[in-house]
């Protein structure tokens, strides 16, 4: 028979001297940032910030990231790079 069991994962982020525990996000996280990010017609990244914040990474340590950052954690998040 076949098996297959599933935990919740994390994302530990380090900036500079601080760690940050991110939930991986649920389909219907990943489906709600994306529906904001094609409403959101002043392509802003205030829908990513908002999205890393409800996965655990605080809003003022997301804005002092570099933006190529952002693009990782959520590539890493969204399972298109490993971690």
Do not use: C
């Amino acid at each position: 028979m076949a098996k297959l069991q599933f935990k919740k994962r994390l994302l530990e982020v380090e900036f500079g001297d601080d760690k940050f525990d991110l939930m991986f996000p649920t389909v219907r996280q990943i489906e709600s940032f994306q529906l904001k990010g094609k409403d959101d017609k002043e392509a802003s990244l205030t829908p990513t910030i908002d999205f890393l914040e409800k996965l655990g990474l605080p809003r003022d340590t997301a804005y002092e990231l570099e933006p190529s950052m952002l693009t990782d954690i959520i590539n890493v998040l969204a399972g298109q790079k490993k971690s």
